[in-house]
């Protein structure tokens, strides 16, 4: 409380837990968060050891600290004892919604974040089938990968375009370890820029908001696709966008959108250590947009959160499943 006993956010003592176990008082939490939340969040807890009754770091009391990461709905309902009741969160903490019209704006609000997406991936789409991106491209099919971040995605305010190009290092375009980074009005460009060619294989947009954009012109343009680099291409992007992501302390949720164009008959090539095999199966449409996949946490290995994105991409061609994938979720071939 500051002087007018106005709620700050901020706490202002420790208050630890004393006689209990750590672990069983986490689980209670989470099952209280599961069950008692719509919809439901995703929330990340540690318990610090060491706290004594009087909140001094000398005994064996804990407390939980728990991390609430930005959540893609504005609103959320707490049901608790038979009561149930809307809350959204501000930057001293959470205040109820009192009235109809309050809580008829926060999901408005969340509708309106998530037509902000699909917006932003037509627009964006738009301008690379029709080849007016920030590079030429090669005429050939092309894949398309987007990762926003929700954190800073529809806000006024954006990162430090200086930040940007700081931290990105290790951020490139499908296939290339060595490129040029640009200044644009969007943001930073990385490309490979081949002087000898009019045309250019792929490249990355990093947005002023977080936004990463990769294509590439190059891994399909001898009709099929590569199975084994297409997929670890796509892992290796989306785990250096993370890194990125950390070094700016970006947190989830993360939507991951991805995209093909020009691809009508292309055919799948499955390859292993000794053998590559080129199957009948094959894409039965120019663009093929697989739905969003939202990242709440980052739990589980890039390969494990993508794999959704690949099974979509083998049922696009006919095939039930990715088959580079044992059964527990991990991959068949090594990174």
């Known amino acids: 409380m500051d002087e007018n006993n106005d709620n700050t956010g901020i706490p ?32 990340q807890m540690k318990s610090i050891k060491g706290w004594n009754k009087n909140g001094e770091n000398n005994g064996d009391g804990f407390v939980i600290l728990i991390r609430i990461p930005k959540s893609q709905f504005s609103t959320h309902m ?30 408005l609000a969340s509708e309106s ?41 529809g806000q006024e305010s954006n990162i430090d375009i200086h930040e940007i190009k700081d931290k990105s290092k290790n951020i490139q375009p499908f296939r290339w370890n060595l490129t040029t980074s640009y200044y644009n009005i969007d943001g930073i460009l990385k490309s490979p820029k081949v002087e000898s060619s009019p045309t250019e294989d792929s490249y990355v947009q990093i947005f002023r908001n977080g936004s990463i954009e990769y294509v590439d012109s190059f891994i399909l ?30 947190l989830p949720p993360i939507i991951v959108l991805l995209s093909l164009n020009q691809v009508k008959n292309i055919e799948f090539i499955f390859e292993d250590r000794y053998n590559t095999n080129r199957t009948k199966a094959s894409l039965d449409r120019d663009n093929i947009i697989l739905p969003d996949l939202l990242i709440e946490d980052l739990v589980k290995s890039p390969e494990e959160l993508l794999r959704p994105l690949f099974d979509f991409v083998w049922q696009a061609g006919g095939l039930p499943r990715c088959d580079y994938y044992h059964p527990d979720g991990t991959l068949t071939i090594k990174l």
């Open 12 to 43: 202002e003592k420790v208050m630890p837990i004393i006689g209990q176990s750590a672990d069983k008082v986490k689980l209670r939490l989470e099952q209280m968060i599961r069950d008692n939340i719509k919809p439901r969040m995703k929330v």
């Open 78 to 107: 707490v049901s608790y004892k038979r009561s149930t009741r809307f809350f959204s969160r501000c930057s001293s903490g959470k205040f109820p919604l009192l009235y109809v019209d309050e809580i008829k704006n926060a999901f």
């Open 113 to 153: 974040l998530a037509e902000k997406v699909r917006n932003f991936r037509r627009k964006r789409l738009s301008i690379i089938i029709a080849n007016e991106g920030p590079v030429l491209l090669r005429d050939s099919a092309k894949i398309i990968l987007h990762i926003i971040p929700l954190h800073y995605f």
């Open 221 to 250: 343009k001898n009709g099929y696709i590569p199975c084994r680099k297409f997929i670890k291409d796509i892992i290796y992007a989306f785990s250096r966008s993370i890194d990125f992501y950390k070094a700016l302390d970006v």
